[in-house]
Every structure is written in C-alpha cells, then in structure tokens.
C-alpha cells in the first residue's frame, strides 16, 4: 500500500521555468512532511520540509503548498536550472507517537534544459 | 543540517564473503538510524530501525539473518551483510535522526554502491 503517492514521475522544464511536483497522502498522523533532492549516486539531502500549521513554506526558489483538508502537498521550484536536474522524493512521516519512520513518494526526475 | 557520513562510498566483494557499511553522525548524537536500500529509478524501501543500545526492528521481508545492524554507540551503526550474493548488489543509504522529542528531521549518508561478483 503505498501511502504516500507522488507524480508526475519524470518532468522536463526549460531553464527558468517553473517545475511542480505533487504528493498526496493518505494517513492523518503524518504531520511532517519534507522534500529531499537526490543526484545520481548519491544520497538524499534535505531540501525543505513543512508542518501542518503553515499552508506555505519558502526558501530561496523552493516552496511547498501544503493543503491540510485535501491532504496534498507540492513543491515549487522557481526559475528552474539546469543544476537543479535530481531526483526529487517526497515523504511524510508522524512528529507524534514515537515512530519518526518517513514514508516516501517513489521520485520524480527532473531535467531542466538550458 | 547536520552532517552523516557513510563508509565506503563503493565495494565490490565476491560472492559468498561478508561487507560492513558504517554509517556515523559527526556533529550530532543519533538515537535512531535507519537503513535504505534503493534500486535504480526507484524510491527508497526502510530495511531496519535501529535505536541506540537496542536491537534493531527489521521491516517485512527483510532477513535479520542476512542483513546485522548494529547501533553501539549514540553516533555509530553498521550494516553487515553476510554471505552477499549478487542479488545483494544494490545502493544501501542510511540516515540519522537526533533524539530531541519533536526534531523529526534525518539526514542522509552518501550511500555505499555494493557489488557482488
């Protein structure tokens, strides 16, 4: 069951453009929810994360919406460049209860064209 | 954010002998590390949970026998597997996350590509 469903799996976006990636999940104890950036070969790093308090979070040219009744969460990249072709994942995980065990969407790639 | 090294980046082992991958958090103690291995393309499937000092929750399908995880220490864990077989070879990634009630940050190691010929 896969509880954490991410799309599309691969995008291409100019440079400049914007690229989208969508979550959704489906267990109401997820209350953190982080993206991670993945190069080939490497591991994941922490990108940006948000808490269910907040609808938006920014950082530099990375956002994520987040939309706690739809239980949907997305990732903007602004200005898209070619450094920021990766794989991108999507988790979600409960900051409540003890467990801490993030489930992760399956990836998108992303390739931006220069 | 907080740095976790893994070690080695790459192994090739012959069929039939045992490698250890260690995974250290240098600048924070780590009271949960989790183990990853991921397929090309693919998303990230949880092999274990390892608390420090306890032993380690293995996920569905995941042979404890095969795969030892060992969390001695607050900033230490190590993934043996035992007698690796080609179908072993694959990307194994671990990462660390702080103790502090409410921190529900991790963060990733490098991954270790193993080979097994």
């Known amino acids: 069951q896969q509880q954490v469903k991410q799309s599309p799996q691969s995008l291409i976006v100019q440079k400049g453009g914007i690229s989208i990636i969508n979550c959704a999940y489906e267990n109401t104890a997820f209350d953190y929810f982080p993206w991670y950036q993945q190069f080939p070969g490497k591991g994941p790093a922490l990108l940006i994360a948000i808490r269910p308090d907040v609808s938006e979070k920014k950082e530099g040219r990375f956002t994520i919406s987040f939309n706690k009744s739809a239980k949907q969460f997305s990732l903007h990249i602004m200005d898209s460049q070619p450094g920021d072709s990766a794989t991108y994942f999507c988790a979600a995980s409960p900051e409540t209860g003890g467990s801490y065990i993030p489930t992760f969407g399956r990836g998108t790639s992303l390739i931006v064209h220069p | 954010g907080a740095v976790v090294s893994q070690h080695p980046s790459w192994v090739i082992c012959k069929s039939g002998t045992s490698v250890k991958i260690e995974c250290r958090s240098l600048?924070?103690?780590?009271?949960?590390m989790f183990w990853y291995r991921q397929f090309p393309k693919q998303s990230l499937m949880l092999m274990a949970t390892s608390n420090e000092g306890s032993k380690a929750t293995y996920e569905q399908g995941v042979e404890k026998d095969k795969f030892l995880i060992n969390h001695a220490s607050l900033t230490l864990s190590t993934l043996t597997v035992t007698s690796a077989h080609p179908e072993d070879s694959s990307f194994y990634i671990c990462s660390a996350r702080a103790g502090q009630a409410g921190i529900t940050e991790a963060f990733f190691g490098q991954g270790t590509r193993l080979t097994v010929v």
């Open positions: 600048d924070f103690q780590a009271t949960t």
